[in-house]
């Protein structure tokens, strides 16, 4: 069936550092490809969303490209804040496996930002 | 704004013992959830409902129950709670597709 891998279970970082969490799926369709992003006593929130190869979904300074290639959609921010600090989901919704309102989620990575 | 709301916000409950999350959205949505969060294993899908009066299992249904009485309300029930249910419970909901899920903000169970 249908699955999304996050390699990354807890990344800490320094603010203003490079963040990259990746994300790679494997489906038999052509998938709706996601991140939430969850903040500490929240339900996650959807970050930004991509439903076609090479498109880019960006939100909050965070980006991630579509890439049916190497089945990736890997999250990406440029300058870290401590404010960032949060659980980030990669999640897919696949249209060709039976009903597409059920997310398939990754485990989360769990970011922590020192001041 | 799209909005999910659970209760209670925390409960302790007896090993045992009845439990019942409630979860109320004024989203319109057809499509509500139940998940579980627990460390190491991310968000797993309980039950979930298309339309009012009709829950489907998820992915882990076993020692819990879902009600949905209407498409703003769904429920989930705990028969017979045990020590490995405690986790959090994060109710949501969505349009078909869930091209977006709304959260509510979970409820923190323990069981003791």
């Known amino acids: 069936g249908d699955s999304v891998t996050q390699t990354e279970g807890q990344v800490a970082l320094s603010e203003e550092d490079f963040l990259t969490i990746h994300c790679n799926y494997s489906?038999?369709?052509?998938?709706?490809l996601f991140w939430y992003v969850q903040y500490p006593g929240e339900g996650p929130q959807l970050l930004f969303r991509?439903?076609?190869d090479k498109e880019k979904g960006s939100s909050r300074g965070f980006e991630a490209t579509y890439d049916k290639g190497t089945t990736s959609f890997h999250l990406r921010k440029a300058s870290v804040q401590e404010s960032d600090s949060a659980v980030y989901y990669c999640?897919?919704?696949?249209?060709?496996?039976?009903?597409?309102?059920?997310?398939?989620w990754g485990l989360g990575t769990s970011l922590v930002v020192n001041p | 704004e799209a909005a999910v709301t659970q209760s209670p916000r925390s409960k302790v409950a007896v090993t045992g013992g009845k439990v019942t999350l409630s979860c109320h959205q004024t989203?319109?949505?057809?499509?509500m959830y139940w998940y579980r969060q627990d460390t190491g294993h991310g968000l797993r899908l309980i039950h979930y409902?298309?339309?009012?009066?009709?829950?489907e299992k998820g992915d882990i249904p076993d020692g819990y129950k879902a009600s949905r009485p209407s498409q703003e309300n769904f429920s989930l029930i705990l028969e017979l709670a045990s020590l490995s249910q405690t986790a959090v419970y994060f109710c949501?909901?969505?349009?078909?597709?869930?091209?977006?899920?709304?959260f509510g903000k979970g409820t923190r169970l323990t069981v003791v």
């Open positions: 949501a909901s969505s349009s078909q597709g869930a091209t977006e899920v709304f």
């Open positions: 989203n319109n949505h057809d499509y």
């Open positions: 409902s298309y339309v009012a009066d009709s829950t």
């Open positions: 489906a038999s369709g052509y998938p709706t």
């Open positions: 991509a439903s076609r």
């Open positions: 999640a897919l919704s696949d249209y060709n496996v039976g009903d597409n309102s059920k997310l398939i």
